[in-house]
């Protein structure tokens, strides 16, 4: 069965403040479009942090984590990894976000990173296609990291 996401692993780069492919893959226009305006989840990792977070444009929302008034430590993650695609939506994304949050808190995959969210995630309200945004996204993307 073919994924249906993208997933995508950013260096942080502290001069460009820009994120650059860990791959030096190219990025297409569809998938620059994608990263400019449309539905994102990310995960910053570091050596001992890690933060989740949701976004509707996703370069946008990573310069703005550059701001020196952000109480967002970019210091503590060395990249980002961030999925697009069908089953990420808007009706979907507090879900994803929340999920991910409790498996970096209880996955021992995981154990040396703490969390620098805040929160849980926002609170979700019942949306078509929950289940399979669980088994065809949330867990193979869990898988991928």
């Given at each position: 069965m073919?994924?249906?996401?993208?997933?995508?692993?950013?260096?942080?780069?502290?001069?460009?403040?820009?994120?650059?492919?860990?791959?030096?893959?190219?990025?297409?226009?569809?998938?620059?479009?994608r990263?400019?305006?449309?539905?994102?989840?990310?995960?910053?990792?570091?050596?001992?942090?890690?933060?989740?977070?949701?976004?509707?444009?996703?370069?946008e929302?990573?310069?703005?984590?550059f701001?020196?008034?952000?109480?967002?430590?970019?210091?503590?993650?060395?990249?980002?990894?961030?999925?697009?695609?069908?089953?990420?939506?808007?009706?979907?994304?507090?879900?994803?976000?929340?999920?991910?949050i409790?498996?970096?808190?209880?996955?021992?995959?995981?154990?040396?990173?703490?969390?620098?969210?805040?929160?849980?995630?926002?609170?979700?309200?019942?949306?078509?296609?929950?289940?399979?945004?669980?088994?065809?996204?949330?867990?193979?993307?869990?898988?991928d990291?």
């Amino acid at each position: 069965m073919a994924k249906k996401y993208i997933l995508k692993e950013f260096k942080i780069d502290r001069v460009s403040k820009t994120p650059q492919p860990v791959k030096n893959e190219r990025i297409g226009i569809k998938d620059q479009q994608r990263l400019e305006n449309g539905n994102s989840i990310y995960i910053y990792f570091g050596n001992t942090h890690s933060y989740v977070g949701q976004t509707k444009h996703f370069l946008e929302r990573y310069k703005q984590h550059f701001k020196e008034q952000s109480k967002f430590a970019l210091h503590n993650y060395n990249c980002v990894v961030m999925s697009f695609g069908q089953l990420i939506t808007r009706n979907s994304l507090d879900d994803i976000e929340s999920q991910l949050i409790a498996y970096i808190a209880a996955d021992g995959k995981h154990k040396e990173v703490l969390s620098d969210n805040s929160t849980v995630g926002n609170s979700i309200i019942p949306y078509a296609q929950q289940s399979q945004v669980k088994s065809d996204f949330i867990i193979p993307f869990w898988q991928d990291l």
